[in-house]
């Protein structure tokens, strides 16, 4: 329980993108909460702005590669036939007609209204015709005539201002400023275009030919990791460092477990490191920000191995498959919970073990959680009880005095050995070495250090990105491979590995920083009534123009919503607001009951399934899916829900299925890097979606609006 409580302590004390990583933060315990927190307005553009840069500095031996831009389908020879009809039209507008000039609102003002004689129309149409000196003289002394004529003087100046706006010639600034700027990075040509085998196992690539569809062709960071990943070690000692860097939905996840458990299964007869005398002994470690992602990745990895029988663990309740089954509706999930409920008397899940050895190769979790596995359960939670009595004792305004606390805590036998841990996966790597995670992610990798021998000293108030340190900070080399991965880099990630992991390769795609390519953006105007009805009539024009068009070939067949809000209350307002207007949903917060149970069936019917995994390379999708059967309730928004509303706990790295084909972005993005992952839950793997911004675009108060359409802009690929 008390993770929520400090969750949603952070949550009051959060600004910008301290409500991010506050709302993701839902590990069962924290590591330090006594430190200093780096709060503040000086804190947060590191975190919150995209690096300009990838480059590792001058005087280091770290690299940058970026994979070459991928040819878009209507540039290359399959284009298809819209394009190409497109492009015949445009060649013989070319040719024959001279080009029409672009309309603008100002080209016919005051259309279709008939002007009096000398009216107001006639001089407003004059008015965007004729320059300003041409305009006729006043020649009726009439003063409404007067009038007309003055309003038209002002309207012909408005309309040569913004013309004259419109005309001058613009820096070619990119709005955003610090975006990372992939054309002016290095690219390679010579990148594996197919996973082949070798150097794929050939019990992977059965697995991998399962999982994806039979044209998959490997998406340009998985080509950069066949390229480097799987190079023979060159001695003992020498453990790689990467970054992988690539846009939201482009299978980072295989790109970083293919390596791994190729690895695992090469080195499954080694002779290992000497175990500490622990229940599990993991050789691979992968770390994730929220429990729901870690037991995604844990059932992607497992369906991954299924042929070379490696032993995959989640840390986050193990044994429970994570990935829902395909016949489980939402609805079935909401009734799954609410029985449930009453069974489950503890808000924290254990890996249950009986203290017998139990063979694992990878595991999967939260820092926290790992923390506490390998430390022992209870192990800070003195910790933290100091730190609820400082909290209450500030909220009472009474002085702290640091003492005993009055009950005594037991720390558990530790489960987890850490000595024979090989690789290191950290998973959205941005918050991971966020400043919320940063001391528990640490803490972790340097206990592993420490179990493999290498002592790597903690320091908890570290500040990873010193704005001008005069004495550079040492840089860290793990005794073991380390793979970062993200989809969005902020100075802050640059400055920690510039300074901390100088020698890293850094591994980029060229889409980095942008939507998907499949992505469409769409804004929606507030009507200025209620914002709620604005959302429910749009939600209703989805599934109208689905009910004509038909859903991955089914007529009728209606997709579902991903509704992403800023807070908490306005995820409860809304949600209520929709189930009276008879459309049923899941609202999921940080604090929502059903995230406690251990299990990701909370996202049943909103997460991918297996048969659902499409080509990233562009294939037709729609001839890919397998469309399950779907009973007439499932299929019925009233009783089943068709839309999940949540804040950005849920946006961070989850796979959700290609049925969500639209994102709602219904209050305005924080920063851009809030805004990518949102955004990038759909579109995933090449498939077809949209994110729908609204917000007031026109008019007084619009400028936050105008402002955020400018920087999406920016970010479409
Ligand atoms: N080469 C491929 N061809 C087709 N589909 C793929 C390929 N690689 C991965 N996928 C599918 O793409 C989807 C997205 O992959 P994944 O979750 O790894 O993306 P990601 O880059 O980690 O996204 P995020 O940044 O949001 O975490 C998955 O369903 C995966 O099965």
Not at 477 to 492: E, G, M, R, V
Not at 554 to 581: P, T, W, Y
Not at 640 to 657: A, K, N, Q, W
Request: proline residues 8%; aromatic residues 6%; glycine residues 6%.
């Amino acid at each position: 329980m008390a993770s929520f409580m400090s969750c949603s302590l952070r949550t009051s004390t959060s600004i910008t993108e301290r409500y991010l990583v506050a709302s993701i933060h839902t590990s069962s315990s924290r590591s330090s909460p006594s430190r200093p927190r780096k709060s503040g307005p000086s804190a947060a553009p590191s975190r919150t702005k995209l690096v300009k840069d990838l480059k590792p500095k001058p005087e280091s031996s770290g690299k940058l590669e970026v994979a070459p831009k991928p040819v878009r389908e209507d540039e290359g020879p399959s284009a298809n036939k819209k394009s190409r009809r497109r492009s015949r039209s445009s060649k013989s507008d070319e040719a024959d007609i001279p080009p029409r000039p672009a309309f603008t609102r100002d080209s016919i003002p005051h259309a279709g209204i008939a002007p009096a004689r000398e009216g107001l129309g006639r001089l407003l149409r004059k008015s965007s015709t004729e320059t300003l000196k041409d305009m006729p003289p006043i020649s009726t002394p009439s003063p409404a005539l007067n009038l007309k004529h003055w309003a038209a003087r002002a309207h012909a100046e408005r309309t040569q201002r913004r013309v004259a706006e419109r005309r001058r010639p613009r820096p070619a600034v990119n709005p955003l400023g610090d975006e990372f700027n992939a054309s002016k990075l290095e690219s390679t040509d010579q990148l594996p275009d197919r996973f082949t085998s070798p150097p794929l196992l050939e019990g992977l690539l059965t697995c991998l030919r399962e999982t994806l569809p039979p044209d998959a062709k490997p998406t340009p960071i998985q080509a950069l990791s066949l390229k480097h990943l799987f190079k023979p070690k060159v001695s003992d000692n020498a453990w790689r460092q990467y970054l992988l860097a690539s846009e939201t939905g482009s299978g980072k996840s295989m790109a970083y477990l293919l390596p791994v458990l190729q690895d695992l299964k090469n080195s499954d007869n080694d002779q290992r490191p000497p175990a500490q005398k622990r229940s599990m002994n993991p050789r691979a470690l992968i770390l994730a920000p929220t429990h729901e992602l870690s037991r995604q990745l844990a059932s992607f990895a497992k369906s991954l191995v299924h042929v070379s029988k490696l032993r995959v663990l989640c840390a986050s309740r193990a044994n429970l498959p994570s990935a829902p089954s395909k016949s489980t509706t939402a609805s079935k999930m909401v009734t799954a919970f609410n029985d449930m409920g009453e069974r489950e008397e503890s808000p924290e899940f254990r890996v249950r073990h009986s203290g017998r050895p139990r063979p694992v190769d990878l595991l999967v979790g939260t820092p926290n959680k790992v923390l506490e596995m390998t430390r022992g359960r209870g192990w800070n939670w003195e910790e933290r009880a100091k730190e609820k009595m400082e909290r209450e004792a500030q909220e009472q305004g009474r002085d702290f005095v640091d003492e005993k606390t009055k009950r005594s805590f037991w720390t558990a036998e530790p489960e987890v050995g850490l000595a024979g841990i090989e690789w290191v996966v950290v998973d959205e790597a941005d918050v991971l070495f966020d400043p919320d995670f940063q001391e528990s992610t640490r803490m972790l990798l340097s206990d592993i250090a420490l179990a493999r021998g290498h002592s790597i000293p903690f320091e908890p108030n570290t500040d990873l990105a010193p704005a001008n340190p005069e004495t550079p900070p040492t840089p860290v080399k793990y005794p073991f491979n380390l793979l970062l991965t993200t989809a969005t880099i902020p100075s802050s990630l640059a400055s920690y590995l510039d300074n901390y992991h100088p020698d890293l390769t850094r591994l980029a795609s060229p889409n980095l920083h942008h939507l998907p390519r499949s992505l469409k953006t769409e804004y929606v105007n507030w009507t200025g009534g209620n914002r709620n009805s604005d959302i429910e009539s749009r939600i209703r024009r989805v599934w109208a123009e689905d009910s004509l068009r038909g859903t991955d070939g089914q007529i009728g067949l209606l997709s579902k919503v991903l509704v992403f809000c800023n807070r908490r209350s306005k995820v409860e307002d809304l949600a209520a607001f929709l189930e009276e207007k008879n459309i049923k949903n899941v609202a999921l917060t940080g604090t929502a009951d059903s995230r406690k149970r251990g299990s990701n069936h909370h996202l049943d019917g909103f997460l991918r399934t297996k048969t659902k995994a499409l080509s990233v390379s562009g294939a037709d999708s729609s001839t890919l899916s397998v469309v399950p059967k779907l009973s007439a309730e499932s299929k019925d928004p009233k009783k089943t829900p068709h839309v999940m509303i949540t804040t950005s706990l849920l946006s961070r790295g989850l796979d959700f299925s290609p049925d969500i084909k639209h994102v709602f972005i219904v209050d305005e993005p924080r920063n851009m890097i809030d805004f990518l992952h949102r955004a990038g839950r759909s579109g995933r793997a090449g498939e077809k979606g949209k994110v729908v911004i609204f917000g007031k675009m026109s008019g007084r108060g619009s400028a936050l609006a105008k402002d955020v359409k400018t920087k999406v802009r920016a970010l479409r690929a």
